[in-house]
């Protein structure tokens, strides 16, 4: 039943009522006429008596901002009546002919100036409100009855009726008062109503009974809010139905994903955000326990590739984990096996090569990654012998007339008995020690050497001998490097260099002094 319909039954139910006040009324008229003249009535009261006031207190259990607190009004806000009861409402002025005989009269004047009053507090209070709060859309009735009103009290004073024009006005403004506090009501229970579709993804009534509540408020910010979130409403239960779906298949990663694409589309679903966390935390464990165990068997496959893979990822999830220490441990210590056995690879390539200064490296690689490890150090050492045995020989290859001095020599022979046992697994070294055995034995071949002169040169050979005043002698001399010196009195003295070189023949040295001092 609309409310015009029962405030009309109310009315019928009141006719027996009245007609016992009639007498009771026209008793009372008297005083209410001169209650009327009293200067203590002020009609401009009518507009603290019938406008409601701008501050709204909530309910308990109000409907706050969307996703803030419970969107649920326990109780429906009752409207207290104020304007069928008003307090202190100065009484209907007696109707006066204030058109013609009364025009002067001092109560025509009061009339006609509470009235201007009264309109343009109606005009500038109640109107607008009236307006904004689409009253014609849901109870055409009654706003038909209120401009009524209005027209007939703008009539009534055209026609100098001034107390009949106030009277008028005044009903107006008490029935704008009144339907404006339906208004709050109604408002209140279509918003209830919204959101309780809304909870319940009933998005057809959520929609029709928020776009009620709007159109008794429109600038109302959590049914804005509200509103907003409804239109949401089709794509986000497809995204709901979806993960209802996957959740009861037991399709976690599925499920994240529709409550992931609700929370963009809606952030201040709290229910689907608490969901969502916990399925972000379930699907980490799982993935850290399957990188983890990842990890384990690509060590025991000997995969560092995998296992520093799956390590990291598994990092990224759980950073402080205690697992992660342990696979660190296993992944680091097959790290360091693989490197020392591919330097002790490369070190065997470099030794089937002949190449001792690269194994030497490679050996000494894999042993500093582990010094405990017995084929790095042993091939380190075995390398570095091969190594110092080459250099040594070389030295004697390069200067082999060195060889003809009996301590070089013996040096030579040291050197070569101390390599023997490589020169099986060096081609290079039994190379090299072969040709310095071979040069050692020609240097301790003399090699024949004419000395000539003029018979009167005295003539040495430093560190060997004198070989005396001669013009031609034959000497023998081992290869290498020598010094001749001639001397005569009166003369310069004269050094000549000869080097004799393995088996060397036809050779002559001269030497003369011929310079007088």
């Not at 006031?53 to 706050?64: F, L, M, N, V, Y």
């Not at 419970?70 to 006066?96: C, F, W």
């Not at 001792?356 to 042993?378: C, G, M, V």
Request: charged share 30%; with cysteine.
């Amino acid at each position: 039943m609309a409310l015009e319909e029962k405030l009309a039954a109310a009315n019928q139910k009141n006719v027996g009522r009245a007609k016992r006040l009639v007498v009771f009324v026209c008793l009372a008229g008297l005083g209410v006429i001169l209650f009327a003249l009293s200067p203590s009535w002020d009609p401009t009261r009518l507009k603290e008596k019938f406008i409601p006031s701008e501050k709204i207190i909530p309910a308990p259990g109000a409907i706050t901002a969307p996703g803030k607190a419970k969107p649920i009004i326990d109780q429906p806000i009752a409207i207290p009546d104020r304007a069928a009861k008003p307090d202190k409402v100065g009484p209907t002025p007696k109707k006066l002919n204030c058109a013609a005989s009364d025009q002067e009269d001092e109560r025509c004047q009061k009339f006609r100036d509470d009235f201007k009053k009264e309109l343009k507090a109606f005009e500038s209070d109640f109107e607008p409100k009236l307006q904004l709060a689409s009253v014609q859309q849901w109870s055409a009735g009654v706003y038909e009855k209120i401009f009524e009103h209005k027209q007939a009290a703008i009539r009534a004073f055209s026609e100098g009726s001034y107390s009949s024009a106030l009277a008028q006005i005044r009903a107006a403004a008490k029935e704008s008062f009144r339907i404006l506090g339906v208004k709050d009501a109604r408002f209140d229970n279509h918003l209830k109503a919204a959101v309780s579709a809304f909870d319940s993804n009933q998005f057809e009534i959520a929609r029709t009974e928020i776009a009620s509540a709007l159109l008794m408020k429109p600038d109302h910010s959590i049914a804005q809010g509200y509103q907003d979130r409804i239109e949401l409403m089709p794509k986000v239960i497809g995204y709901l139905d979806g993960a209802y779906k996957a959740r009861a298949e037991n399709h976690i990663r599925s499920e994240r994903s529709y409550l992931e694409k609700v929370i963009q589309l809606d952030t201040a679903r709290e229910k689907e955000k608490a969901r969502l966390k916990h399925l972000r935390k379930e699907i980490a464990e799982e993935d850290f326990a399957n990188l983890m165990s990842k990890g384990i068997g690509a060590v025991e496959r000997r995969d560092i590739g995998t296992a520093r893979t799956s390590m990291e990822k598994a990092r990224k999830i759980f950073p402080n984990r205690a697992e992660l220490s342990l696979l660190k441990n296993r992944v680091e210590r097959l790290d360091r096996e693989l490197s020392v056995a591919s330097s002790l690879n490369d070190a065997n390539k470099a030794i089937s090569h002949d190449d001792w200064d690269r194994a030497y490296q490679a050996f000494s690689k894999a042993k500093l990654i582990d010094p405990t490890n017995t084929a790095a150090t042993e091939g380190e050492r075995f390398a570095g012998q091969v190594r110092a045995g080459r250099q040594g020989l070389d030295s004697f290859l390069e200067r082999p007339a060195r060889l003809s001095s009996k301590a070089v020599a013996a040096a030579a022979q040291r050197l070569l008995a101390s390599v023997r046992h490589l020169t099986a697994i060096s081609p290079t070294l039994k190379t090299r020690s072969e040709q310095v055995s071979k040069l050692i034995s020609q240097a301790n071949k003399p090699v024949e050497v004419v000395v000539r002169s003029d018979g009167k040169t005295e003539i040495s050979v430093r560190r060997v001998g004198i070989v005396g005043k001669t013009l031609e002698k034959v000497i023998n001399l081992r290869p290498g490097d020598y010094t001749f010196e001639g001397k005569r009195a009166g003369y310069k003295s004269k050094l000549v260099k000869l080097t004799v070189p393995f088996n060397g023949t036809g050779l002559e040295i001269k030497i003369i002094c011929n310079e007088q001092i």
